[in-house]
Nanobody, 127 residues
Framework: QGHLVESGGGLVQAGGSLRLSCAAS????????LGWFRQAPGKEREFVAAINWTGGSTYYSDSVKGRFTISRDNVKNTVYLQMNSLKAEDTAVYYC????????????????????WGQGTQVTVSS
């Protein structure tokens, strides 16, 4: 049974930065791809970023490309999301998830591909 726990959310002014962490426990996720999604009030959960099991390939939504960076440390069983140049529209609850590795990475953009989820961490960007 695996568990994911996010941390690092908070309140920040527009243009500021935050670093989210997601620690995995209960099993090793080194063979899983890891991703970040977010959900704003009244909206569906949307893809933010993902990273393959080696950390050698990363994927981003167009809305965060160039501002956010995803990384992972398989020794610490942790995935990170460095968020820079934050905007008010980045305000949401951020969730990390773990998805089985597949030949194509297309499944990483879809929340239903993920087997494990954390409880989420709130990010609020004030304008």
């Amino acid at each position: 049974q695996g568990h994911l726990v996010e941390s690092g959310g908070g309140l920040v002014q527009a243009g500021g930065s935050l670093r989210l962490s997601c620690a995995a426990s209960g099993r090793t996720f080194s063979a899983y791809a890891l991703g970040w999604f977010r959900q704003a009030p009244g909206k569906e959960r949307e893809f933010v970023a993902a990273i393959n099991w080696t950390g050698g390939s990363t994927y981003y939504s167009d809305s965060v490309k160039g501002r956010f960076t995803i990384s992972r440390d398989n020794v610490k069983n942790t995935v990170y999301l460095q968020m820079n140049s934050l905007k008010a529209e980045d305000t949401a609850v951020y969730y990390c998830g773990a998805a089985p590795t597949r030949p194509s990475a297309r499944h990483l953009y879809t929340s239903t591909s993920y087997d494990y989820w954390g409880q989420g961490t709130q990010v609020t960007v004030s304008s």
